[in-house]
């Protein structure tokens, strides 16, 4: 389960270049987290 939440976090330092698209990827991850 570590492992996946490494590979989602990976993927959002790719693109969080763009900060007014921050807020909405910590509600897909705490869902995410949730669901787990």
Known sequence: ???????????IKKGG???HHGGAWKVAY???VTAM
């Open 1 to 11: 389960m570590a492992a996946n939440g490494a590979v989602v976090i990976k993927k």
């Open 17 to 19: 270049g763009h900060g």
């Open 30 to 32: 705490a869902d995410f």
